[in-house]
């Protein structure tokens, strides 16, 4: 036949059991947090590297575009200096052309 069990008991073991699991879940959570923390670090870490890489690969871009960028726009103001020099000069040997028909002309009568 079994023991009847007192209030008091009952109370004395139900206490060691919440302490028990209390522990063991207490346990349980620092081992997740750390087990969290540890993955945080490391996919801040592989997002640092992904950045810096993007970053890189853009400014190495950037800067071939603007070189080339660079190179045709020298090209494009030689040529356009040149233009405007053969523009003056045009314009020059037709001013001295209309002077010298103007000196030619007789004067109106």
């Known amino acids: 036949m079994a023991t009847p069990v007192t209030r008091a ?35 801040e870490q592989r997002l640092g590297a992904d950045i810096e890489r993007i970053e890189t690969s853009l400014l190495t871009e950037f800067h071939q575009w603007a070189r080339t960028h660079e190179l045709r726009e020298r090209g494009s103001l030689s040529l356009l200096a040149t233009f405007d020099d053969r523009l003056r000069h045009t314009e020059d ?16 009568a």
């Open 9 to 43: 008991e009952l109370e004395s073991l139900l206490a060691r059991y919440a302490e028990r699991i209390e522990g063991h879940t207490d346990a349980e959570l620092r081992s997740v947090t750390e087990q969290l923390r540890g993955e945080m670090q490391q996919l």
């Open 93 to 108: 040997r037709v001013a001295e052309i209309e002077r010298s028909m103007k000196e030619r002309r007789p004067p109106a």
